[in-house]
T-cell receptor
Framework: DAGVIQSPRHEVTEMGQEVTLRCKPI?????LFWYRQTMMRGLELLIY????????DSGMPEDRFSAKMPNASFSTLKIQPSEPRDSAVYFC????????????FGPGTRLLVL | AQKITQTQPGMFVQEKEAVTLDCTYD???????LFWYKQPSSGEMIFLIY??????QNATEGRYSLNFQKARKSANLVISASQLGDSAMYFC????????????FGAGTRLFVKA
């Protein structure tokens, strides 16, 4: 079975540019999560969706960040405009609907904003 | 408030020996799940093992076992017969049953396996 798929795997961009990260969750999983990992702050939950509906976006750092899940098999995380402090690894994870189910992570997108 | 604490920033273990990575948690929920993930230098997050709060037996998955002590609120990971490929960052995580879908993660422990 395919795991969580993320693209691109690496992204280098200049400050002020728009960045779009993509995620395809595991088929049949109803919950999707976006995380950001940095050395300073560790792994932070940005937003999570259940059945394509955003449940909690309190972790989204500011209005420059937005996330969508138009259908059960696709989600995007957009940063506009990007800033150097957004440089991090962004993970997407998915899990079954049951609350206590394990989250399975994608390989991550390494973002560098110059 | 829920919290995960991993007090060991880094640990060394000799190849073929067992090692215990500490994790303590804080929650007021009766129903919760505890997880361990491995993050090698390549960066991916690999799920290792899960323990439910109502599980009476400690979880085991191959060389991984979770030493679950509910009264002490600890969920230590034990890796038996360490291998060089076990060198990685290890994260303890918790998900509350009634708190929604959030999972919180500890700061991680970096394990170095020596040949």
């Amino acid at each position: 079975d395919a795991g969580v798929i993320q693209s691109p795997r690496h992204e280098v961009t200049e400050m002020g540019q728009e960045v779009t990260l993509r995620c395809k969750p595991i088929s049949g999983h109803n919950s999707l999560f976006w995380y950001r990992q940095t050395m300073m702050r560790g792994l932070e939950l940005l937003i999570y969706f259940n059945n394509n509906v955003p449940i909690d976006d309190s972790g989204m750092p500011e209005d420059r960040f937005s996330a969508k899940m138009p259908n059960a098999s696709f989600s995007t995380l957009k940063i506009q405009p990007s800033e150097p402090r957004d440089s991090a690894v962004y993970f997407c994870a998915s899990s079954l609907r049951t609350q206590l189910e394990t989250q399975y992570f994608g390989p991550g997108t390494r973002l560098l904003v110059l | 408030a829920q919290k995960i604490t991993q007090t060991q920033p880094g640990m060394f273990v000799q190849e073929k020996e067992a090692v215990t990575l500490d994790c303590t948690y804080d929650t007021s929920d009766q129903s919760y799940g505890l997880f361990w993930y491995k993050q090698p230098s390549s960066g991916e997050m690999i799920f290792l093992i899960y323990q439910g709060s109502y599980d009476e037996q400690n979880a085991t998955e191959g060389r991984y076992s979770l030493n679950f002590q509910k009264a002490r609120k600890s969920a230590n990971l034990v890796i038996s017969a360490s291998q060089l490929g076990d060198s990685a960052m290890y994260f303890c995580a918790m998900r509350e049953g009634t708190g929604g879908f959030k999972t919180i993660f500890g700061a991680g422990t970096r394990l170095f396996v020596k040949a």
